[in-house]
């Protein structure tokens, strides 16, 4: 049959079986006898062969497990946006359509669920977390919520009263703005506890907090100093502070206890259950190792996983051919794509711009043109990351460039191109992740060399951006988490949290402020820089089908669509019909991953 082509046997069909009245007089006038007595037998072939073949097509036979039914379901596939009804047989979806189409799925064994009328949406994928040090953070100190200084101790305080079994006191989640001068310090600490050591990194991962007892321990004095990317904070004596910046809080975490392999795999577990909660049905892991990668993988053969993961390796600062060799091994031992992914490199360029270590292209507007890192820092030198980026380019893997200020986008935008300008450009899709500042010029760049954005729209929170805006400064504003140009650029936007490194892991806060650009309580009236807000389908199609085409599986999810996995959601409003402002007060119902329910419930059923 192969040699006909699939393509030719609808053509040649109607002449075959129906018998078209003109078209069989063309053939009966064309082909002398014999000729026409061989095609005649071989259409009759063509037709028997097309009809067995149709048997197998699940639309003519296949009954459902499930039909959802009476549905406003938003499929983000834009031939058929919105439909009534979706049945599910397996792990995929079977049809959608209307309730009266998809009644032809149903037999006694089918379970019909009335959705009456609440809105159903494919799962969230978060394009980029941490989600292993984000779930191991569900069990420590979380300061997320804590909006004042004040409130931010007392919350230290009571953990540390609660846990009086902990040789540390350990965790995070602090912002910048809660302090005076955007930093803390161990004074605050040693007031509440002064017998135990503890260590709380920043909200964002690249900053942390010691009291005098975790200094001790890791033996930093005055005469303590630090080289590389990162600062240790010292005061105008020259005493430390108790702040540290990037590379400089190893001189204080290599001395805090990790947990060991039975508590990550724990930790995992009820980070998937808090996933599933909110409605996330995939992730892309930003920071991998082969230690994550196994544990994902004994989740799996346990049957255990209920999010599809994808995992980008840390290069880390100087990666070598043995980690190459690594990764491949990696990639060609893992036969479960569909929920475990491996094929993704992440590089990490620059820092954040809250404590001036993102690379900018003109200094910092509150720093003194005289400060040594006045444009921020590189984490690796750029001749080392270009050989890097064209080495993995080479072996086909996906990059991952973690830059935000513009300057290191820049330099990102300059390898991949590059790279590919050596190896070829077709399809590679190299991200960069965050890119909190670019400029018009470069926004035109990623279109052209077919590099994705892949942004968090919670990072621009105004309710947390104060200092951020301070050190960015009034003239580059309007690019600040610039999603609206990128779109007008016809740039397809990956979206995500960047947990726990953020306020929040929830995609529904996420939204919220991609539409609004406002706090949930509405500030500032009309949204923080309002021209790089987006509408809510364009928002709620980079955390679906765009963040999927992030990972190359586009043909698999993101849509409500025949044949895809069965990975979906319903809300507890219709995100449609609502106000954009109360979009943050909407939950997930229900969460199904592979057709099965993974929330209410938390577990397979
Ligand atoms: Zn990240």
Redesign the pocket.
């Known amino acids: 049959m192969s040699r006909f082509g699939h393509r030719n046997v609808p053509n040649l069909l109607p002449l075959a079986i129906e018998g078209d009245d003109a078209e069989k007089k063309i053939a009966y006038i064309r082909y002398p006898l014999i000729a026409r007595m061989r095609k005649t037998l071989l259409l009759l072939l063509l037709a028997v062969l097309a009809l067995l073949s149709m048997k197998k097509d699940p639309l003519v036979t296949d009954i459902a497990d499930q039909l959802y039914i009476n549905g406003h379901i938003w499929t983000t596939d834009p031939s058929l946006p919105f439909v009534e009804a979706l049945a599910v047989k397996g792990d995929r979806i079977l049809a959608v359509g209307s309730n009266a189409d998809l009644n032809q799925f149903k037999n006694a064994s089918t379970k019909v669920i009335d959705l009456k009328g609440k809105m159903m949406m494919p799962g969230f994928n978060d394009g980029?977390v941490?989600f292993l040090s984000g779930s191991l953070g569900l069990t420590v100190v979380d300061l997320v919520d804590a909006k004042t200084m004040q409130e931010a101790i007392q919350m230290i305080a009571d953990y540390a009263k609660k846990h009086p079994e902990l040789p540390w006191i350990t965790g995070g989640g602090w912002q910048y703005s809660l302090f005076p001068g955007g930093l803390p310090n161990k004074q605050m600490l040693d007031a509440v506890i002064p017998d135990r050591p503890v260590y709380l990194k920043a909200y964002d991962g690249h900053s942390g907090w010691a009291n005098s007892k975790a200094l001790s321990i890791a033996g930093i004095t005055k005469e303590t100093t630090f080289k590389g990317f990162g600062e240790l904070v010292k005061d105008k004596n020259g005493e430390p502070t108790g702040a540290f910046k990037e590379s400089a809080t190893g001189l204080v975490t290599r001395f805090v206890p990790g947990p060991d392999k039975a508590a990550k795999f724990n930790a995992l577990l009820t980070g998937l259950k808090y996933a599933a909660a909110l409605g996330i049905t995939s992730i892309q892991n930003?920071?991998g190792s082969r230690e994550e990668y196994e544990l994902y993988d004994s989740l799996l053969r346990t049957d255990q996983l209920t999010l599809r993961t994808s995992i980008a390796f840390s290069a880390g600062r100087s990666p070598n051919e043995k980690d190459i060799i690594g990764w491949k091994s990696i990639r060609s031992q893992n036969k479960n794509p569909k929920w475990l992914k491996t094929t993704a490199i992440k590089f990490l360029l620059d820092g954040v711009i809250e404590s001036h270590t993102a690379v900018m292209i003109d200094p910092y507007s509150d720093l003194l043109q005289l400060d040594s890192i006045y444009r921020g820092q590189y984490a690796i030198p750029i001749d080392q990351y270009e050989k890097w980026v064209n080495r993995l380019d080479q072996e086909g893997f996906q990059i991952y460039t973690?830059a935000i200020g513009d300057a290191s986008v820049r330099s990102v935008l300059n390898a991949y191109e590059k790279a590919m300008a050596t190896n070829g450009q077709q399809n590679k899709r190299h991200r960069i992740?965050h890119i909190e500042m670019t400029t018009t010029v470069d926004i035109e760049r990623f279109h052209q060399l077919g590099v994705l954005p892949s942004m968090q729209p919670i990072h621009a929170y105004p309710g947390t951006i104060d200092v951020w805006s301070k050190a960015v400064g009034e003239q580059r504003l309007p690019l600040s988490f610039p999603w609206a140009s990128f779109l007008q650029n016809k740039t397809k936007l990956v979206f995500g949290s960047?947990w726990p490194?953020c306020i929040s892991l929830n995609p529904i806060r996420g939204i919220h402020n991609a539409v609004n650009r406002m706090t949930t309580d509405g500030k500032p009236v009309g949204g923080w820089i309002p021209a790089q807000k987006i509408n809510l389908q364009d928002a709620l199609y980079a955390y679906t089908a765009g963040a999927a085409y992030g990972s190359f599986d586009e043909q698999e999810k993101g849509q409500l669509k025949k044949g895809y996995l069965a990975d979906f959601i319903v809300l507890s409003q219709d995100l449609f019909k609502i106000k954009p402002e109360d979009i943050y007060k909407t939950k997930v119902e229900l969460t199904v991953v592979g057709g099965k329910k993974v929330h209410p419930t938390g577990l397979y059923e």
Request: no cysteine; net charge negative.
């Open positions: 980029h941490h930003a920071s973690h992740e960047d490194a």
